[in-house]
């Protein structure tokens, strides 16, 4: 076949009606996608849970970073570091595992300002308030879906024009 | 304003579903969530949510991207649509609202990342993308692995194209099309060009239906 019989025989093949065949392919196509690549555990419960925030106009971070280190004797138990960024601020936390199903958050909000924090779980918000150093935490967290938000403050050397929102991770 | 606050009146149970329990394909049943969604249906949401987001991410892939930046993209493209969805006049045009607006996220996430890349090569916090399409190790089936290996001699385009399209379930192929940026003639559902290519590939490939 030369290519001008190739190229013919494509625009032939092209402009002919989808069939059952091309289907059948494209089920097969999504069958291997599904295998090499799936989509990831949890992200429709993430995505949902950012969802349901009451004030959708927000200022979108980015997870950009995540570490894990081993904690303790043993080295069994992680802490994860993780780092998000948006067009405002940058939100580092570290989450360490405490008695079973608690964990602790310390976080650090750059540039450092006194901002309102509110963390949200299933189970409902907890709020704290950075120091002047961005410096944040809560302890005697439950395990499951939270989010970080970052209020509007007053009085705040930093003023958020809206509130900024991590995407919702699982502790 | 948000639907809910205008018409709070709720619908019928087990509307939201009528559409997929049709069969009819994901444009519909995403068209049916909407309306679901603005006549007070607080399910509805989820539902579209859990429909469409397999979809948002093989989008999201397809451009190569991290899976924390595919997520990103998934979820920025929700974030926008519940913002903008009474801004949406006919429900049909939904889903290529959806894949238009992902693509969008994403090449903005590959234009971040290639001058995070650029700048900032040595001190790089961003993952390393992926420098290909993920290797076919965990095929089941030799058909499955003659058909990626076609699938992989197609351009970046036809791949991009092909794996949106196979999420969308029996295709709409004027939706997919126009928002692929890829018009469709007008007397119908075509091939197309890309499934065209990968026909040809496959049978001049001895392999195909060998196995």
Redesign the interface.
């Known amino acids: 076949m030369t290519d001008n019989d190739a190229r013919s025989r494509e625009d032939q093949l092209a402009a002919q009606l989808f069939d059952q065949t091309d289907a059948e392919l494209l089920a097969e196509l999504a069958r291997i996608y599904e295998q090499i690549d799936p989509v990831p555990e949890g992200l429709v419960e993430r995505i949902g849970f950012t969802l349901t925030l009451a004030d959708l106009e927000i200022e979108l971070a980015r997870l950009i970073n995540e570490t894990r280190e081993p904690i303790g004797a043993r080295g069994e138990e992680r802490a994860r570091t993780v780092t998000f960024s948006s067009e405002s601020l940058t939100t580092m936390v570290t989450i360490t595992p405490q008695d079973i199903g608690q964990f602790r958050i310390d976080g650090w909000l750059a540039p450092g300002a006194a901002l309102a924090v509110e963390l949200r779980t299933d189970r409902g918000s907890l709020r704290t308030t950075a120091d002047l150093d961005g410096r944040f935490e809560f302890i005697e967290v439950r395990g499951g879906l939270v989010q970080l938000v970052i209020h509007p403050t007053a009085g705040s050397d930093l003023q958020l024009a809206s509130p900024v929102v991590t995407p919702a991770m699982e502790l | 304003m948000t639907a809910e606050a205008r018409d709070p009146a709720p619908t019928p149970a087990g509307r939201a579903n009528a559409a997929s329990e049709s069969g009819a394909g994901l444009a519909a049943q995403i068209a049916a969530d909407l309306i679901a969604h603005r006549s007070g249906d607080t399910h509805a949401?989820?539902l579209l949510?859990?429909r469409v987001?397999?979809l948002l991410?093989?989008v999201a892939?397809g451009f190569r991207l991290d899976?924390?930046?595919a997520?990103?993209v998934?979820?920025?493209t929700?974030?926008a649509f519940?913002?903008h969805s009474d801004e949406i006049i006919e429900p049909h045009a939904a889903l290529r609202w959806l894949i238009v607006t992902a693509r969008r996220e994403a090449m903005r996430a590959v234009t971040q990342r290639d001058r995070t890349e650029l700048v900032d090569d040595a001190a790089r916090?961003?993952?390393a993308p992926e420098t290909d399409e993920?290797?076919?190790?965990?095929?089941?089936t030799a058909?499955?692995r003659v058909?990626?290996r076609n699938?992989g001699r197609l351009s970046e385009r036809c791949r991009q194209l092909?794996?949106v399209?196979?999420?969308a379930e029996?295709?709409d192929?004027a939706t997919l099309s126009t928002a692929l940026g890829m018009p469709v003639?007008s007397i119908?559902?075509?091939?197309?060009?890309c499934?065209?290519?990968?026909?040809?590939l496959?049978a001049s490939d001895p392999e195909w239906g060998a196995s």
């Open positions: 949401m989820g949510v859990r987001t397999p991410w093989h892939r899976a924390a930046s997520e990103d998934a979820q920025n929700l974030l519940v913002r916090t961003v993952p993920p290797e076919p190790v965990a095929l089941a058909a499955q058909l990626w699938v092909l794996r399209i196979a999420f029996r295709p192929y003639g119908g559902p075509t091939r197309g060009r499934l065209a290519k990968l026909r040809m496959l």
